[in-house]
């Protein structure tokens, strides 16, 4: 935690489903009274951007396959 105190939890890994759209990510499995809490690797892999004026989620649109150099 940031205050320096240890954390026990269980991880393992999940497919995240939001908006019609899903992505498999590593997750802490939280216990009652834990915050729920959407992490940047599931964010970018679901594609979102964040809108943080209205708080919510944004399609990024498409990703190239590959990069021209």
């Given at each position: 935690m940031a205050d320096g105190t240890l954390v026990a939890r269980d991880c393992?890994?999940?497919i995240v489903n939001a908006d019609r759209r899903s992505t498999s990510d590593?997750?802490?499995?939280a216990l009652p009274g834990d915050a729920a809490i959407l992490?940047?690797?599931?964010?970018?892999?679901?594609?979102?951007?964040?809108d943080l004026l209205n708080q919510r989620f944004l399609h990024a649109g498409p990703r190239p396959a590959a990069a021209l150099l």
């Open positions: 393992g890994f999940a590593d997750v802490v499995f992490g940047a690797r599931s964010i970018e892999g679901l594609n979102f951007h964040v």
